[in-house]
């Protein structure tokens, strides 16, 4: 359960739709999928491969867009503002952090942190980037480039640059997907400890059922709508 | 300022785009170099016909008298006047004769307004005090005479020689000869002279062209004038006709008028129309360069899709993304012009030190031409070529640039 108390949802669907063209057969990967989180709740969602959770995630964070529905976002109706606005609430308001890191290989790992804040126009200053990273514990890696960094360590700077902005919505897509177990949990402990004191929510999308665990809440996607997680799919 | 820190990196990213670079430098400077050369032979050739001869030539078919000459006023954008005597006689030096053209002039007037003291071959002319001779210089007692070169050559006469002019009057079937001492050859560079001309002195063009009557009154038969501007001769040449007829008490019947111009007009127009063909052929030298730069960054953003995603993921617009691929276009473009024009520079004021370097031989012989045609390069259609290879360059930036920025960001974070 979460400590906060809630009054509106950071981030809302209802009756999301999403459904992708095969020919002349349309796949439904969403079926009317509702969805809530509120500030300082980080959920977890699970689902074997294929179930769509990527393309859920997507579309919560505005890279992707529902073929019906609505996503609230601070109570802003995201199913009617344009693509300027929501390119503004997508680099103002929430920040990714993918499995395969999405680090810009030329720009070090300082500038891979304050180039979020340059384009979201949500610029939080050098020394905000510099805490960050000494957060994540690469404070002597600021002038290495992505090929330079291990995998845990780039993740940390995806993590760094995620939270840069100060979003409401941390969307994670399995994060520790590409990393070994040992940097997984450091990366994982690490980015529940940084959500947990900037306030933030958090959507995390994972195979890993232990990590699920540590969420305040976890959801299982199948067939295209969440069910509580302790329900097994069958085969 | 990351949108500038991505697009230059991104340049710098890939060889080829330096090949770009190097692709639109080349061009501008091929295109600097040619247009010099072209521009270099015409201004050149106008030279040439120029040289020694006026600007706009007015004959008179009665000689009228030297002295009514201060009756022209002032004609705006003319610099100056000179008398002329022309006609056409026979030279004779031992047993070859030749047929030219005989130009009596007043070289102290000549002096201040024509180039003739560039000329001579055999004698520096002080134009304080100028002398048709060497001072101290046997003549034999003839008068001096300057001839031009190539008929000088087909005569086989060098300065110091003495050769007779003869003259037949119209109305007459006396033969009028005159011994004169050459004291120059010139080469001017003007066909026109050099092949047939030879100058004299006023008094002894009368003495031979002139009847009684005309050398009493002092008679000159034409009129060179000199101007400010030399391309405005055919909007001066009625202004001038305008003034002197009256001046001088003439009606327009048995003046006549011509310009440099008008007696250039075909060889001067065939040069324009080269240079207007070069123009058209080196265009289309920039537009390839233009498709390099194209297919340069359609590479490049087919490269950098994944990046383009996640820009668009950390909240670039869809303008930012577009920016980033224009800025790599214009820096190419830039690096470009840079190269371009600084070689063009290079290459064209150094054009004749460099083909000599490499091939042993003079990029314009003055063995075969007479003289030499250095490029002439003007800053403002070098501004005009680098603002074009710029501008090719941007163009061809937008489609990559639009196809890349107007991705969807899932999709392009697909993309490897």
Request: aromatic residues 10%; proline residues 4%; neutral net charge.
């Amino acid at each position: 359960m979460s400590e906060f108390i809630h009054t509106e949802p950071v981030m809302q669907a209802k009756k999301l739709y999403k459904s992708f063209h095969d020919g002349e057969k349309e796949l439904g990967i969403l079926k009317g999928l509702e969805f809530s989180v509120y500030s300082g709740e980080s959920i977890a969602i699970i689902g074997r491969s294929g179930t769509g959770k990527s393309t859920f995630l997507n579309t919560l964070g505005l890279l992707d867009t529902p073929t019906s529905g609505e996503i609230f976002i601070n109570g802003v109706d995201t199913s009617c503002i344009s693509d300027a606005a929501k390119t503004k609430i997508r680099g103002q308001e929430i920040g990714f952090v993918f499995q395969q890191y999405h680090l810009f290989g030329d720009l070090t790992a300082l500038d891979n942190v304050l180039i979020a804040g340059n384009f979201a126009r949500k610029n939080m200053g050098k020394k905000f980037a510099l805490e960050l990273l000494d957060k994540v514990g690469l404070s002597d890696r600021l002038k290495h480039k992505p090929s330079k960094l291990s995998g845990g360590e780039q993740q940390r700077v995806a993590i760094a640059r995620a939270l840069y902005t100060d979003p409401a919505i941390l969307l994670c897509d399995e994060p520790t997907g590409n990393l070994d177990p040992q940097s997984g949990s450091e990366v994982m402990d690490m980015l529940f400890d940084v959500v947990k004191s900037q306030g933030a929510a958090m959507v995390l999308v994972t195979h890993d059922k232990q990590l699920a665990d540590v969420a305040s809440k976890s959801y299982r996607l199948f067939e295209g709508v969440l069910a509580d997680s302790v329900f097994d799919p069958p085969i | 300022m990351y949108m500038i820190k991505l697009a230059w990196i991104y340049v710098h990213a890939r060889i080829i785009n330096y090949i770009a670079v190097v692709v639109v430098g080349l061009t501008l400077m091929a295109s600097i170099v040619v247009i010099g050369v072209t521009d270099g032979m015409l201004v050149d050739m106008e030279r040439r016909i120029r040289n020694l001869g006026e600007q706009v030539a007015i004959s008179f078919r009665t000689p009228i008298p030297e002295a009514n000459l201060s009756n022209i006023s002032n004609i705006k954008g003319v610099k100056g006047f000179t008398p002329l005597i022309m006609d056409y006689a026979l030279l004779k030096h031992g047993m070859i004769t030749e047929p030219g053209v005989a130009y009596g002039i007043d070289l102290k007037k000549e002096l201040k307004l024509s180039s003739i003291a560039e000329h001579l071959q055999d004698i520096r002319i002080d134009p304080e005090n100028p002398e048709w001779v060497v001072p101290d210089t046997d003549t034999g007692g003839n008068s001096p005479a300057f001839v031009g070169i190539n008929l000088a050559e087909r005569l086989g006469v060098r300065a110091g020689d003495t050769m007779t002019v003869s003259y037949s009057p119209p109305d007459s079937n006396k033969l009028v000869s005159k011994n004169f001492y050459v004291s120059s050859i010139f080469s001017s560079g003007s066909p026109l002279k050099d092949r047939n001309g030879f100058f004299i002195k006023l008094d002894d063009a009368r003495q031979l062209f002139m009847t009684e009557g005309e050398q009493k009154i002092k008679g000159v038969s034409g009129l060179s004038f000199f101007l400010n501007n030399p391309e405005e001769a055919n909007e001066l040449e009625v202004p001038i006709l305008k003034n002197i007829v009256p001046a001088l008490g003439l009606s327009y019947r048995g003046v006549y008028s011509t310009t440099w111009q008008k007696r250039w007009k075909s060889i001067h127009d065939g040069m324009a129309y080269e240079n207007m063909l070069m123009e058209v052929v080196l265009f289309f030298m920039n537009l390839s360069s233009g498709f390099c730069v194209f297919a340069v960054l359609a590479t490049l953003a087919s490269r950098r899709v994944r990046d383009v995603g996640l820009l668009r993921c950390i909240g670039a617009k869809r303008v930012n993304t577009i920016g980033i691929f224009l800025l790599v276009g214009l820096f190419i473009g830039l690096m470009g012009v840079i190269l371009g024009v600084g070689a063009g520079y290079l290459v064209g004021l150094n054009l004749s030190d460099i083909w000599e370097f490499l091939t042993d031989q003079p990029f314009y012989s003055p063995q075969l031409f007479g003289h030499t045609s250095p490029p002439v390069i003007y800053t403002w259609k070098v501004a005009i070529y680098a603002g074009a290879a710029l501008f090719i360059s941007l163009l061809s930036a937008l489609y990559p640039a639009f196809s890349a920025g107007c991705r969807e960001p899932v999709t392009a974070l697909k993309e490897e």
